[in-house]
């Protein structure tokens, strides 16, 4: 039998924790650690969490809220079992979930699986899967012939509830980026895709997603998330990984361009601008202006003019 670390977010879930504890002693009887990390609720879940104090599991409870990657850190910080799954407590883990997805992990020789989350409501009713499309796009195999290129140009499809994988992973892809408050799972996925981890999303499921209005993703502040779709694209020209990667794939598409002469800005400039997201596009444009500046040919290897960079800045406007 395997062990499995368990980490378990919460913040203002009683509701869903109340539901949830029973199938977590029943987890840490069977040997899993649990690890459930509050994020200095108010809503009674700390009470909660004290009245069901269980040897067999373990509560890092904070005075101070601190956000969603902090939580994770700290539980990250505990893990000691050789696999790590992690779960937000509004959600939840199908029956023999565990054994579902280190089957995947073992069949695929992936580093990081994930799956498409069957959706529930607050009973726990099954919910169509077009009400939360991102989860459920039918794209899954580009996703997995490519992780990085489709996390970078598609955006972030993967539902963090669903993880599992090796401790290894997270030990060496470092711990969750506590200066991002949305989109910090996005960052991570990237981060851990150009650390060389390879990533896939199972068409096998063993996790619920829980749809209320309480959703992160739901209540997300757009500006926000603006903000942080930039910081995370910026970084990315910083990144020399993931500029090594970008460059080979761009080789393949160029292959009479040697890219690496090419400015590492105008590399991600040129993947942005054919973005899917009008934000990052933007982002790309503002990336191009820049390089343009410094050198009003850098875009001819790729057949595009500052003419063709201004439409699409137009287009998006």
């Known amino acids: 039998m395997i062990n499995v670390s368990l980490v378990i977010t919460s913040f203002n879930h009683r509701p869903y924790l109340e539901r949830l504890l029973p199938k977590l002693g029943e987890l840490a009887r069977a040997g899993h650690q649990i690890i459930v ?24 409870l904070s005075t101070v809220r601190e956000g969603v990657s902090a939580a994770t850190n ?21 029956p023999g979930g565990f054994d579902i997805a280190l089957a995947e992990l073992k069949r695929t020789n992936a580093d990081l699986v994930f799956c498409r989350p069957e959706l529930i409501n607050d009973d726990g009713v099954s919910l169509r899967s077009d009400i939360f499309p991102a989860f459920n796009r039918t794209d899954s195999d580009a996703f997995n012939e490519d ?7 598609r955006g972030n499809v993967i539902c963090a ?9 997270f030990k060496q892809t470092g711990m969750f980026n506590e200066s991002l408050l949305q989109l910090q799972d996005y960052e991570y996925w990237i981060r851990a895709a150009v650390t060389g981890f390879n990533l896939l999303i199972s068409s096998s499921c063993w ?22 779709r930039r910081s995370i694209a910026r970084s990315l020209y910083r990144n020399k990984g993931a500029i090594n990667i970008i460059r080979k794939k761009l080789a393949s598409y160029f292959p009479i361009v040697n890219t690496q002469d090419i400015d590492s800005r ?23 202006y820049e390089c343009l500046a ?20 137009n287009a998006d406007a």
């Open 74 to 94: 700290a539980g990250l910080a505990l893990a000691t079992n050789d696999y790590v799954a992690l779960l937000a407590s509004d959600d939840d883990l199908l």
């Open 37 to 60: 990390t509050d994020d200095a609720s108010t809503d009674g879940s700390v009470e909660l969490l004290r009245a069901n104090a269980d040897a067999d599991m373990t509560f890092r």
């Open 266 to 288: 105008v590399l991600l400039a040129w993947l942005l601008l054919q973005h899917v997201d009008p934000i990052l596009r933007s982002e790309g444009v503002m990336l191009a």
């Open 207 to 228: 996790a619920q997603y829980r749809v209320h209005e309480n959703n992160l993703s739901r209540s997300s502040n757009n500006k926000r998330m603006q903000l942080e």
């Open 161 to 169: 509830s669903t993880t599992f994988g090796y401790r290894d992973v």
């Open 147 to 153: 992780p990085l290129s489709y996390l970078i140009s």
């Open 294 to 313: 410094d050198n009003s040919h850098c875009f001819e290897l790729f057949g595009l003019s500052k003419l063709q960079i201004w439409e699409i800045a």
